[in-house]
């Protein structure tokens, strides 16, 4: 017992006694944030237009676990494996976070053996990254994934992806974007004919992925000093990556006499022609780019690849439009359910990924700037009293008004000044008061006051229900 009881002190000694000595360090862990009310209207705004267009392109809803068995994750990610949280050991199983929403995906389909589906799922996400809070970069993310999975003919879901981009870029009113799109089997064509061994594939993918972050300089001489590809082999591959268009640039490089040693490069073209003809009919391609330095680093892709980026004019002078940062993203990845299934069987699939994040940061930004006045809650009404010795009347009312459905607070004071019930109504924003008073409650009405015009009208007791919906509803 004596032992017992050294052990159970020293803990206390560690936790500090009730004198208050013990200091704790009041912060969010690196790379998370809290998010105020007010953020979260902002937040709310942006994830109900993407649900919208998600469920206007006739998808269904799943969720998956916040973590997987360590293995379901390993060696699909690449060189971002290393970015993958692991769990220590609880009880027998070892287990990582989710470091995207796309390979618990795979996983489901596999254990469940679907062939055919098309589903969003938006949940958080997790990567040992080093974070960058400003540009909206985290270690804990929201990801709002849609995806289409099943046999189809050629490059129409594909088609549809790249459409939802777009309509959900349009319709959050983020300024000036452009979607650049490549293929997977168009860079490993590429890669085969310039002269990179098979082995170095992805890794020097990677490096391609970075151009949009780094001149191309920095990225040949990362190829050629720290992966040892041969400088000839980079600077043929720069004469590549550096090319975007169209349809035209399409054909011209059908026409090629290099890339055309390449089957796998002609398949993707061939389907990437296919692909502009019907992003065409859509009507979008003004905001669509073939750009050949697109890579996306993961391991799973293996054929179509897009990225959605917001770009700023920065002054007058200058004619180009420059990036500020990768909003959305996806591709085909046809082989990642097969790694799962026992017996290999293929499902292809296509999906794309909204960076909410980012694209919350931009509207938090913006919202501040324009000191735009946000309401953190719904209420329709507050009910009020102008004398005392009334809450058992306000109780009653506002219990009639939540049972129907209206949204309603009540002060929690026996007697509250008038005053500060109406002030309460300005400064949360809430449209109306219902006064209870003692001649009202002989009468059998309740005086309505239109918080903004100061307007009072008295409602019979029966039609106030109505009347609040008629005067609340949305324009």
Not at 105 to 110: E, K, P, S, T
Not at 411 to 418: F, G, V
Not at 436 to 457: H, N, P, S, Y
Request: charged content about 30%; some cysteine; hydrophobic content about 40%.
């Amino acid at each position: 017992i004596a032992k017992e009881v050294a052990k159970l002190l020293e803990m206390k000694a560690q936790l500090g006694g009730d004198e208050g000595k013990h200091k704790f360090v009041l912060k969010t862990p690196k790379g998370t944030r809290d998010y105020s009310p007010k953020q979260m209207v902002i937040r709310e705004r942006v994830f109900n237009a993407i649900i919208t267009c998600f469920r206007r392109h006739g998808a269904e809803v799943i969720d998956t676990p916040v973590f997987e068995l360590k293995e379901t994750l390993t060696g699909k990610y690449g060189e971002d494996s290393k970015l993958i949280y692991d769990l220590k050991d609880q009880g027998g199983e070892l287990l990582s976070l989710r470091y995207d929403l796309t390979v618990p995906f795979a996983r489901y389909l596999a254990m469940n053996k679907i062939t055919n589906i098309k589903r969003y799922h938006i949940a958080k996400v997790y990567r040992r990254d080093n974070p960058a809070m400003t540009r909206g970069r985290y270690r804990e993310f929201y990801q709002c994934d849609f995806d289409i999975a099943g046999q189809f003919d050629p490059m129409i879901p594909d088609a549809e992806c790249l459409k939802i981009v777009h309509e959900i870029l349009s319709d959050l009113q983020l300024g000036d974007f452009l979607i650049k799109v490549n293929d997977r089997r168009i860079l490993d064509g590429m890669f085969a004919v310039c002269g990179v061994p098979d082995s170095k594939f992805r890794t020097i993918c990677s490096s391609v992925d970075k151009l949009d972050k780094m001149p191309w300089e920095e990225v040949r001489s990362e190829m050629v000093g720290e992966k040892g590809l041969s400088p000839d082999a980079a600077d043929r591959i720069g004469e590549y990556v550096r090319l975007h268009g169209g349809l035209d640039l399409i054909e011209r490089l059908l026409q090629d006499p290099k890339l055309s040693q390449s089957k796998l490069a002609k398949e993707g073209l061939g389907d990437m022609k296919l692909l502009f003809e019907y992003l065409t009919l859509f009507g979008i391609t003004g905001k669509i780019s073939f750009d050949l330095s697109l890579a996306r680093g993961l391991d799973y892709y293996t054929g179509v690849i897009f990225e959605a980026v917001l770009l700023q004019q920065e002054n007058d002078h200058v004619q180009e439009p420059v990036s500020i940062g990768s909003v959305a993203g996806g591709g085909r990845y046809d082989g990642l359910v097969g790694m799962f299934d026992p017996k290999g069987r293929k499902v292809p699939c296509v999906g794309v990924s909204i960076g909410i994040e980012r694209i919350f940061s931009i509207l938090e930004q913006r919202v501040e700037a324009s000191e735009e006045k946000i309401r953190t809650t719904e209420t329709q009404v507050l009910v009020a009293s102008a004398q005392k010795k009334l809450l058992e009347e306000r109780l009653k009312l506002i219990s009639e008004l939540w049972d129907a459905g209206i949204k309603a607070e009540v002060l929690y004071k026996k007697n509250p000044k008038l005053l500060n019930q109406l002030q309460y109504c300005e400064d949360t924003g809430i449209p109306l008061v219902a006064i209870v008073g003692e001649q009202e409650l002989k009468d059998g009405v309740v005086k309505l006051r239109v918080v903004a015009t100061r307007e009072e009208v008295n409602v019979r007791r029966e039609n106030l229900v109505a009347e609040i919906r008629m005067r609340t509803r949305w324009p």
